[in-house]
């Protein structure tokens, strides 16, 4: 047995090395590319710092400063979830970024971290403020993004979605961010509506009659 598991951990060790020295071949690989395509002496670049940029000085003076925990908190999903369903992507080949901002990152971090969220949280804070109804308008949001503005992304050749890959799976992808997000939003509101947990009060009312039990055994 302790033959198999040795010569099984030194498989696993080989296998990973093989993928580690190949990961850090293609790093270098896409930073020498960046270096020479992609950074500050391209126009992209700079589009996309003001991609980046843009959005952040905006929302600095059109949040609600009243519901900005709030708004900052839907925001973060939309970020997490954007962010992680184009890794998922990126890793299976459906599309990828030509242009980057930052070359470390394998998302888009202009897109991801600054120009989506912003442009959802500020769709959310008018579904609060105007009492209007957010999946519909999100929804709205989502058929922009996906059929509008990647296309134009690919125009520009900033964006590019591989052969065999419809817009619809960006449209799908942008639905369960705006789900997601809300979906969590709304729980930690209600966290936040109903501050007593559940459990915290079956802990208090198991203290509460601890008292009383020894009471009463000591009067017996």
């Given amino acids: 047995m302790a033959t198999k598991e040795t010569k099984h951990l030194e498989q696993v060790d080989k296998h990973f090395e093989q993928v580690d020295k190949l990961r850090h071949k293609f790093m270098e690989s896409f930073v020498d590319y960046w270096q020479h395509y992609s950074s500050w002496n391209s126009w992209q670049f700079w589009f996309l710092v003001l991609m980046c940029l ?61 120009f989506i969220p912003v442009v959802f949280m500020l769709l959310y804070q008018w579904t609060l403020n105007y009492k209007k109804n957010y999946y519909i308008y999100a929804t709205g949001l989502c058929v922009f993004f996906a059929f509008l503005f990647k296309p134009a992304l690919v125009a520009f050749e900033i964006f590019h979605i591989n052969k065999g890959v419809h817009y619809w799976y960006l ?50």
């Fill in 54 to 114: 843009a959005p952040l000085v905006a929302l600095y003076f059109l949040i609600d400063r009243k519901k900005a925990m709030h708004i900052g908190f839907f925001g973060f999903n939309v970020h997490v979830w954007s962010s992680k369903l184009d890794e998922i992507a990126l890793a299976n080949d459906l599309w990828d970024y030509k242009y980057k901002m930052i070359p470390y990152l394998q998302s888009s971090f202009s897109l991801d971290a600054s």
């Fill in 171 to 220: 449209f799908i992808a942008y639905i369960i961010v705006m789900l997601l997000s809300k979906l969590i939003t709304n729980i930690f509101i209600h966290f936040q509506e109903e501050p007593k947990n559940p459990l915290a009060n079956v802990i208090q009312q198991e203290e509460l009659k601890t008292p009383i039990t020894d009471e009463t055994e000591e009067n017996e």
